[in-house]
């Protein structure tokens, strides 16, 4: 038995009357019908709504040979009448961003000839895939032309033309459908074939943000949001903003700049850095002039340190053995000699002192879990 689709009659209507028509156990709850019904089911892209159903919670809602189908918590009686509530947050969200994605499609349909592919809602971003290139430097002007279109606050039409006008209404598809079919019209901007639930005018799209345009298949991929998802994905980037803007001292509009010269400094710094450490290594190097073994501990190196200290102390002594770290998280050990084999004895000290590494014959690198004294008895112990 045909429903009737109360959403088609006012798409903003968000509670209504009904009586059951049918209530059928399934899998996941009940599957009920009714007689006429606001909830929107999934459908051209769009999501089913939810809600309430005569105090049972609306799962989805599924439409199968003009009737809708509602998937429920719990059975109803056939023959009642009943209140139904759909989630009207949810519906809106969805409408601001289908009818949104109306817009932009069109405008990249009137723009370059390509047609929308795909759609996407996620959490945040909705994505629409397009079969052609569009320029990622267009973004902004389609974007301002998007938002145009929403601040005319234009009527959306959607009307059913009859099977003699329907040659004669230029809408956007990729094949011709058979009639009858729904039309959607976005004045200037989109005429479309849809099933979906639209708002009445452009005004309650609110905005439209493009964030972003990257190469998809043959086409593009464009990520956006509209309305509300659009007003609170770009509050959060204001806030991170925000934050950035205090820890740089710096404006909002010029954290870009402060970060690449925060990124500039700091880069020099580990230049300066990097040259001390030279100058400090090769004086500690000197300090083991003619020994046969020198094994050092310094405080805080990174590997590559660990490894340019020992390359310094390997100059002056036959085999050079530099740790860092300490004797709870372990020590990074870096063993080096120009005469004798390094990962010989980086091997037997990593076997010894529960550790692990390679190297070749001249340089060994690897950590080892194992206390300062441990390591100092082991080196003491093994002659080399
Ligand atoms: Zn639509």
Not at 25 to 47: C, H, M, R, S
Not at 172 to 187: A, C, G, M, Q
Not at 213 to 223: A, D, P, S, Y
Not at 288 to 298: D, E, N, Q, R, S
């Amino acid at each position: 038995m045909n429903t009737t689709k109360l959403y088609y009659e006012d798409s903003h209507l968000t509670a209504f009357t009904a009586t059951v028509t049918c209530c059928t156990p399934v899998k996941k709850g009940w599957e009920i019908t009714l007689d006429a019904t606001a909830f929107y089911p999934e459908g051209g892209g769009q999501a089913s709504d939810t809600g309430i159903l005569g105090g049972v919670k609306v799962l989805s809602v599924r439409e199968e040979n003009e009737e809708i189908f509602h998937l429920c918590d719990k059975p109803l009686e056939v023959g009642s009448t009943v209140e139904g509530t759909i989630d009207w947050e949810h519906r809106f969200d969805l409408m601001q961003q289908h009818a949104g994605e109306h817009i932009v499609s069109g405008i990249i349909h009137k723009r370059y000839g390509w047609h929308n592919v795909g759609f996407h809602m996620g959490a945040d971003v909705v994505t629409i895939d397009f079969d052609g290139p569009v320029p990622a430097e267009d973004l902004q002007e389609i974007e301002n032309t998007a938002n145009n279109a929403i601040w005319q606050d234009l009527p959306i039409k959607c009307w059913y033309p009859t099977p003699e006008e329907l040659p004669t209404v230029p809408y956007r598809r990729k094949k011709d459908l058979p009639w009858p079919v729904r039309i959607v019209e976005f004045p200037g901007y989109d005429i479309c074939a849809c099933c979906g639930t639209h708002p009445k005018t452009t005004g309650a799209i609110g905005l439209v943000k493009l964030f972003s345009c990257v190469k998809f298949h043959q086409g593009v991929r464009i990520e956006m949001a509209c309305g509300k998802r659009a007003l609170n994905m770009l509050t959060a980037a204001y806030e991170q903003n925000k934050q950035v803007s205090q820890a740089f001292s710096a404006k909002l509009q010029e954290t870009g700049s402060a970060a690449r010269r925060m990124n500039e400094a700091l880069a020099a710094e580990k230049f300066r850095a990097s040259a001390l450490e030279k100058q400090l290594f090769a004086h500690i190097a000197q300090g083991y002039a003619g020994k046969t073994l020198a094994v050092h501990f310094a405080k805080d190196l990174s590997p590559n340190s660990c490894r340019e200290l020992c390359d310094a102390i390997a100059d002056f002594a036959k085999v050079a053995v530099t740790l860092s770290g300490n004797d709870e998280g372990g020590y990074c050990l870096c063993v080096l000699s120009h005469t004798e084999d390094a990962k010989a004895i980086g091997d037997a000290a990593a076997k010894a002192l529960n550790g692990r590494g390679g190297g070749k014959k001249e340089a060994f690198q690897g950590r080892i879990s194992a206390t300062q004294g441990q390591i100092e008895n082991f080196f003491a112990q093994n002659e080399i």
